[in-house]
């Protein structure tokens, strides 16, 4: 956890942390993906002591994600269409394309 941060970071942090490792990334990735996006959402606060303006400018992550995840024109990712194939026990989803997996799960 980057220094100075508070208790809301910290659980954010373990948050995401806990996300990434559920969806197969490895400890070292988590924790690294974990830190960076709790010091930028940090930095867009104003909470932390020094940042780029790249990361108080542009769009939050936490909407960024929102906004890829089930719209626009390329919609779900296949990591999620997958999830999903996963979840409804749908066999060959291992060998699946995206297109082929979202066919599969029937939207």
Not at 1 to 17: D, F, L, V
Not at 25 to 31: G, I, K, L, Q, T
């Amino acid at each position: 956890m980057p220094a100075g941060s508070n208790k809301k970071r910290e659980r954010q942090y373990e948050h995401i942390k806990a996300g990434l490792k559920e969806r197969g990334r490895s400890e070292d990735v988590a924790e690294e993906i974990a830190a960076r996006t709790v010091n930028k959402e940090r930095a867009r606060a104003g909470e932390a002591k020094e940042s780029s303006r790249s990361s108080t400018h542009d769009i939050s992550s936490s909407r960024r994600g929102g906004l890829r995840s089930h719209s626009g024109s390329k919609g779900r990712t296949k990591a999620q269409l997958y999830n999903e194939a996963k979840q409804k026990n749908i066999k060959g989803r291992s060998t699946m394309n995206k297109a082929e997996l979202a066919k599969a799960v029937g939207r």
